[in-house]
């Protein structure tokens, strides 16, 4: 298929502009999701904003059926938001906390599978992608409620894989260790950037996992991490 619709949340962050960029560089019809972001950010005729609460039912539900009657069909879906708190023990972890880690991390996720699936089956070329975190399978202290609905995310990814195998969508998980970006440079100023991960690695894979070489490659957990 020569141009393929993709759904991208998260389309404007730290590593969802390099996925963006790199889909466009496809060819890809993409349309480019997150809470607030403009058109012009990704000058390209392929591109599409919109602006979208994804912890918001009604919202996530709105979105899915704009794409489907403006371009008859949805091929891809890249789940790339997501976002972080830590500092925290169990112990002391407040209910704001939890219930925003909840949100952005799973309930999100939740929301967009549940109402791009339909559409996904009807593609000859159904492909989910989420991005985790290297945390779900390593987990640290005081990043609990992170953690956890990271964790989570990889079991409804693989959920989602076993109950759709039927007629060929795949669904995988990708978990990147600390990638470099600008966020995570301001964030923690004194570590050592040459360590980390650059996202263009993380955006290749998740090119790569929606192409037809990976066909069978499903219900996958990857972690990738370092630029070794």
Avoid at 64 to 81: A, M, N, P, Q, S
Avoid at 193 to 213: G, H, M, Q
Wanted: hydrophobic share 45%.
């Amino acid at each position: 298929m020569s141009e393929r619709i993709v759904f991208i949340t998260g389309a404007d962050g730290g590593l969802g502009t390099f996925v963006t960029e790199s889909f466009l560089k496809k060819g890809d019809q993409v349309i480019g999701a997150s809470l607030h972001i403009e058109s012009n950010e990704f000058p390209n005729p392929n591109f599409r904003a919109m602006s979208v609460d994804f912890t918001n039912r009604q919202q996530v539900g709105k979105a899915i059926e704009k794409v489907v009657v403006e371009f008859g069909r949805l091929d891809v879906l890249v789940h790339v938001l997501g976002g972080f708190a830590g500092g925290q023990s169990i112990a002391t972890t407040d209910d704001v906390t939890w219930k925003r880690m909840q949100d952005l991390n799973l309930t999100s996720a939740f929301y967009v599978l549940r109402e791009a699936i339909p559409h996904l089956r009807k593609s000859s070329n159904g492909r989910i992608v989420a991005i985790g975190s290297l945390t779900a399978r390593k987990p640290q202290a005081n990043l609990g409620a992170y953690v956890t609905f990271k964790a989570a995310l990889c079991t409804l990814v693989q959920t989602v894989a076993l109950e759709n195998a039927d007629v060929g969508l795949t669904a995988n998980v990708i978990l990147p260790g600390t990638m470099d970006t600008p966020a995570n440079r301001k964030a923690m100023p004194q570590a050592d950037f040459s360590s980390w991960l650059d996202p263009k690695r993380v955006a290749e894979l998740i090119v790569w996992l929606t192409d037809d070489n990976a066909r069978q490659i499903t219900g996958t957990v990857i972690p990738i991490e370092g630029n070794g």
